[in-house]
């Protein structure tokens, strides 16, 4: 029998097992913030420094969102390590947001001993209570006896089937005690099987009924992103033989090129014209890694009414939970993608030639709107010039983009062509303002020698901003691209739109000097607020060697277009100013948010 | 399209019997606002370490399929078995009844019960305990006739639940 194939047992702390899990499980860098309950962890972390690379954050959340930075632009596990009570609450939303974007982490938290748990002890809290509803799956470890078999499953568990973050809380006396560490691969799970291929009838069927549509569109998300590189790749493929149009949420942008005419943008609440009305009109919706989020969907009665839906998702959970879809497929959607080309092929099938060349003239009309256009009015810099500038001087470089939460956001997402998968971090799910920068450490500790640029928000930069120290001290080069409007400029739009232009506090009457406070952090400050001088700016701010934060600033009031007001229908989009008087957004519309 | 049909229905949950396990279930329904109408919990294999859960909850048939499909996605779960739509099935429910009272009511009492089949396990000069088992309704239905003749206290367990025939969930 092959030696390799024996377990090896060690006697070693359950501090030095973390450790030896997290080499075991390749993870070569990870965030944190030492406290009392986790010193000896930090302990064996000292005498691993070697083979472990710890990046010291600021704050907690900062720790989970450069964790998820790090496991999005690389697909492997992102790791954190915080302590217990204020640690572990302050890790709860990077955890939260994890859940709801489906990125896999593995946060360790320290607990006060077993012999004081549930006496309110110091920095003691319910770290598994109060992380049970935002994590996959949590533990806490009450035996030095399943400590090995706990930290194996919850790599299994954070990073399989529909990936999400876990949590491992463990007591400081169970980080000292000693026990046998066992490999892993040694443990199997008794419950959790997630699926992965796809069922070949109803792969068949997706391929006939693909077949036989006058007007496909693929709609394709963050699944896709999750089924690794080959996905995006074999996404190409298919869309190449079918001839389809493909959109695709906020979450799955990069999986297919953004330059390519088959490409029709972002769908949603703030996405394209063609996009939004191709998804209203079609007759087969192929559905690949989506959930059909309320962002997505509009109003849920009007939603592309007439089509019939395929639906691939590895989470059953999300099939017919927001929309009825006539063709459930439970697999990841890299595999399934992969077995449609086969049998597309291998029945040798064609597409409607004539109907489909219909449903692109359809489409180039709507095209032809050009929804994403904007005036240049007075001679301050629009910030959707910003971003086009910012993607023309950064296109050929190795870049990565993340993203805080508001206009900014939208505006990346809607203009920032990406290529490739794994490219493009940014808060889905959640909308958490303050990703954007504690992300980015994350993936550029993960690209050494990329562009990690964070497109922010003057508010969103102030959730996380103390992580541009983090920066400096671990010589994270990142930049911070600020559209600075001094409004929280996505809640003063629905204000104006939706409470009769009221803007309750919503202007920041007192913001810092970003260019002197970043000097103080030890980054390099830049400010421009002239579209003549662009340009120039963004390329010093490239060229930089440390972490700059660039202080852009742009047209106060403008609009973030076009835009499917709440509770309306894909086809009932407004494209500018001009559109507003007309659309009255429901009472229910102002329900939703 | 969806319907605002509500239907009653009843789950059975086989789970891994680890701590929060029941914490993971009830703050699935909660979180979610979903209904539980009764909820009943039990290790059934010490050996296997496994606890079965039954839970009686109400809802649209879109909703309880999504109540299916997010119990299912809970890590420590083995099965899900949906027992008003996936097989036949039998549901019970234990209850201890106090009744207080004297003369012709008292003699009531004892009657109806004996009529369902409940039998006294505590008795004084002025009350009885009644031990009574059987579906939901039976048990709402004999609350109901206790009512007037002294109805002082009701303890249920909450519903257990079986398929008919020989195979198991």
Redesign the interface.
């Given at each position: 029998m092959d030696k390799t194939m024996i377990p090896s047992i060690k006697e070693m702390t359950g501090a030095e097992m973390v450790i030896q899990a997290l080499k075991d499980h390749g993870v070569e860098h990870i965030f944190g913030y030492p406290g009392g309950a986790v010193l000896p962890i930090y302990d064996a972390l000292f005498a691993a420094a070697n083979e472990l690379v710890h990046v010291l954050v600021r704050h907690e959340q900062g720790a989970v969102h450069a964790a998820e930075g790090y496991a999005r632009s690389t697909g492997k596990c992102g790791v954190a390590l915080v302590t217990s009570g204020p640690g572990a609450t302050n890790a709860v939303t990077g955890l939260a947001d994890a859940l709801l974007d489906s990125i896999p982490i593995v946060v360790l938290s320290g607990q006060v001993a077993t012999h004081l748990i549930g006496t309110d002890a110091f920095q003691e809290c319910d770290t598994v209570g109060i992380t049970r509803p935002c994590t996959k799956h949590n533990w806490l470890v009450k035996d030095i006896a399943d400590l090995p078999r706990i930290l194996h499953e919850a790599f299994q568990i954070a990073t399989t089937g529909r990936p999400g973050p876990v949590v491992i809380d463990i007591p400081k006396d169970i980080q000292f005690k000693k026990g046998f560490y066992v490999e892993p691969g040694s443990v199997s799970h008794r419950t959790y099987k997630p699926p992965f291929e796809a069922d070949i009838d109803a792969i068949s069927q997706a391929v006939a009924l693909m077949a036989s549509a006058k007007k496909p569109i693929f709609y394709t998300g963050g699944g896709v992103i999750n089924a690794g590189p080959a996905a995006s790749e074999h996404l190409r493929e298919l869309v190449e033989l079918t001839g389809f149009p493909v959109t695709s949420t906020l979450m799955g942008l990069g999986a297919y090129p953004a330059s390519d005419d088959k490409w029709l943008g972002m769908l949603g609440m703030h996405g394209t014209y063609e996009a939004n009305w191709a998804m209203h009109d079609c007759d087969v919706m192929i559905g690949l890694g989506v959930r059909f989020d309320d962002r997505v969907t509009g109003r849920i009665d009007a939603f592309s009414p007439g089509s019939k839906k395929i639906h691939v998702d590895i989470d059953p959970s999300q099939i017919n939970k927001n929309i009825r879809v006539d063709l459930p497929i439970i697999a990841d959607a890299g595999q399934a993608i992969k077995a449609m080309i086969k049998v597309w092929k291998q029945k040798e099938y064609k597409a409607d030639k004539k109907a489909l060349a219909e449903w692109w003239e359809q489409i180039e009309r709507w095209r032809a709107k050009n929804c994403l256009a904007y005036k240049q009015n007075g001679n301050g810099i629009k910030p959707q010039y910003a971003i086009d500038r910012l993607y023309e001087l950064t296109k050929n470089r190795d870049t990565y983009i993340t993203t805080e939460v508001g206009q900014h956001q939208m505006w990346a997402a809607q203009r920032y062509k990406f290529e490739q998968p794994n490219r493009w971090m940014t808060s889905g799910g959640l909308g958490t303002m303050g990703y954007g920068i504690p992300a980015a450490l994350g993936v550029q500790l993960a690209h050494r020698d990329s562009l990690v640029i964070d497109i922010a928000g003057e508010g969103s930069v102030q959730m996380t901003m103390q992580e541009m120290s983090t920066a400096v001290q671990s010589n994270l080069p990142i930049k911070i691209f600020i559209l600075n409007n001094r409004y929280l400029g996505m809640v003063r739009q629905w204000q104006q739109l939706l409470h009769g232009g009221r803007y309750s506090h919503t202007y920041s009457e007192a913001l810092p000097d970003f260019v002197k406070m970043a000097e103080a952090f030890g980054c390099v400050g830049i400010r421009c607020d002239k579209p003549e001088d662009l340009d120039a700016a963004i390329l010093k701010m490239i060229d930089c060697p440390k972490p700059v934060l660039f202080d852009c600033i742009v047209d106060q009031m403008e609009n973030c277009y076009p835009m499917i007001p709440s509770g309306a229908a894909h086809n009932e989009m407004i494209l500018c100013d001009a559109d507003e008087e007309a659309t009255q957004v429901s009472d229910a519309g102002k329900m939703l948010v | 399209?969806?319907t605002n049909r509500i239907e009653r229905h009843t789950f059975a949950i086989l789970?891994?019997n680890e701590?929060?396990v029941l914490?993971?279930i009830v703050?699935l329904f909660s979180?979610r606002g979903y209904n539980i109408e009764s909820l009943t919990v039990a290790e059934i294999d010490p050996s296997q370490h496994t606890s079965r859960i039954t839970i009686v909850t109400s809802g649209t048939p879109?909703i309880l399929?999504?109540i299916r499909?997010?119990i299912?996605?809970v890590?420590?779960?083995?099965r899900v078995v949906d027992w008003t739509v996936d097989k036949p099935s039998i549901a019970r429910e234990m209850a201890l009844i106090k009744v207080a009272g004297t003369g012709e009511k008292r003699v009531e009492a004892l009657r109806i019960a004996d009529a369902f089949r409940a039998r006294p396990v505590d008795t004084t000069h002025t009350s009885f305990v009644f031990e009574i088992t059987g579906s939901p309704d039976k048990i709402n239905q004999f609350v109901d006739l206790m009512q007037p003749l002294g109805l002082v206290e009701i303890s249920r367990t909450g519903v257990a639940a079986i398929s008919r025939g020989p195979d198991p969930m």
């Amino acid at each position: 029998m092959d030696k390799t194939m024996i377990p090896s047992i060690k006697e070693m702390t359950g501090a030095e097992m973390v450790i030896q899990a997290l080499k075991d499980h390749g993870v070569e860098h990870i965030f944190g913030y030492p406290g009392g309950a986790v010193l000896p962890i930090y302990d064996a972390l000292f005498a691993a420094a070697n083979e472990l690379v710890h990046v010291l954050v600021r704050h907690e959340q900062g720790a989970v969102h450069a964790a998820e930075g790090y496991a999005r632009s690389t697909g492997k596990c992102g790791v954190a390590l915080v302590t217990s009570g204020p640690g572990a609450t302050n890790a709860v939303t990077g955890l939260a947001d994890a859940l709801l974007d489906s990125i896999p982490i593995v946060v360790l938290s320290g607990q006060v001993a077993t012999h004081l748990i549930g006496t309110d002890a110091f920095q003691e809290c319910d770290t598994v209570g109060i992380t049970r509803p935002c994590t996959k799956h949590n533990w806490l470890v009450k035996d030095i006896a399943d400590l090995p078999r706990i930290l194996h499953e919850a790599f299994q568990i954070a990073t399989t089937g529909r990936p999400g973050p876990v949590v491992i809380d463990i007591p400081k006396d169970i980080q000292f005690k000693k026990g046998f560490y066992v490999e892993p691969g040694s443990v199997s799970h008794r419950t959790y099987k997630p699926p992965f291929e796809a069922d070949i009838d109803a792969i068949s069927q997706a391929v006939a009924l693909m077949a036989s549509a006058k007007k496909p569109i693929f709609y394709t998300g963050g699944g896709v992103i999750n089924a690794g590189p080959a996905a995006s790749e074999h996404l190409r493929e298919l869309v190449e033989l079918t001839g389809f149009p493909v959109t695709s949420t906020l979450m799955g942008l990069g999986a297919y090129p953004a330059s390519d005419d088959k490409w029709l943008g972002m769908l949603g609440m703030h996405g394209t014209y063609e996009a939004n009305w191709a998804m209203h009109d079609c007759d087969v919706m192929i559905g690949l890694g989506v959930r059909f989020d309320d962002r997505v969907t509009g109003r849920i009665d009007a939603f592309s009414p007439g089509s019939k839906k395929i639906h691939v998702d590895i989470d059953p959970s999300q099939i017919n939970k927001n929309i009825r879809v006539d063709l459930p497929i439970i697999a990841d959607a890299g595999q399934a993608i992969k077995a449609m080309i086969k049998v597309w092929k291998q029945k040798e099938y064609k597409a409607d030639k004539k109907a489909l060349a219909e449903w692109w003239e359809q489409i180039e009309r709507w095209r032809a709107k050009n929804c994403l256009a904007y005036k240049q009015n007075g001679n301050g810099i629009k910030p959707q010039y910003a971003i086009d500038r910012l993607y023309e001087l950064t296109k050929n470089r190795d870049t990565y983009i993340t993203t805080e939460v508001g206009q900014h956001q939208m505006w990346a997402a809607q203009r920032y062509k990406f290529e490739q998968p794994n490219r493009w971090m940014t808060s889905g799910g959640l909308g958490t303002m303050g990703y954007g920068i504690p992300a980015a450490l994350g993936v550029q500790l993960a690209h050494r020698d990329s562009l990690v640029i964070d497109i922010a928000g003057e508010g969103s930069v102030q959730m996380t901003m103390q992580e541009m120290s983090t920066a400096v001290q671990s010589n994270l080069p990142i930049k911070i691209f600020i559209l600075n409007n001094r409004y929280l400029g996505m809640v003063r739009q629905w204000q104006q739109l939706l409470h009769g232009g009221r803007y309750s506090h919503t202007y920041s009457e007192a913001l810092p000097d970003f260019v002197k406070m970043a000097e103080a952090f030890g980054c390099v400050g830049i400010r421009c607020d002239k579209p003549e001088d662009l340009d120039a700016a963004i390329l010093k701010m490239i060229d930089c060697p440390k972490p700059v934060l660039f202080d852009c600033i742009v047209d106060q009031m403008e609009n973030c277009y076009p835009m499917i007001p709440s509770g309306a229908a894909h086809n009932e989009m407004i494209l500018c100013d001009a559109d507003e008087e007309a659309t009255q957004v429901s009472d229910a519309g102002k329900m939703l948010v | 399209m969806s319907t605002n049909r509500i239907e009653r229905h009843t789950f059975a949950i086989l789970v891994d019997n680890e701590a929060g396990v029941l914490a993971r279930i009830v703050g699935l329904f909660s979180g979610r606002g979903y209904n539980i109408e009764s909820l009943t919990v039990a290790e059934i294999d010490p050996s296997q370490h496994t606890s079965r859960i039954t839970i009686v909850t109400s809802g649209t048939p879109e909703i309880l399929e999504q109540i299916r499909a997010q119990i299912g996605r809970v890590v420590p779960v083995h099965r899900v078995v949906d027992w008003t739509v996936d097989k036949p099935s039998i549901a019970r429910e234990m209850a201890l009844i106090k009744v207080a009272g004297t003369g012709e009511k008292r003699v009531e009492a004892l009657r109806i019960a004996d009529a369902f089949r409940a039998r006294p396990v505590d008795t004084t000069h002025t009350s009885f305990v009644f031990e009574i088992t059987g579906s939901p309704d039976k048990i709402n239905q004999f609350v109901d006739l206790m009512q007037p003749l002294g109805l002082v206290e009701i303890s249920r367990t909450g519903v257990a639940a079986i398929s008919r025939g020989p195979d198991p969930m």
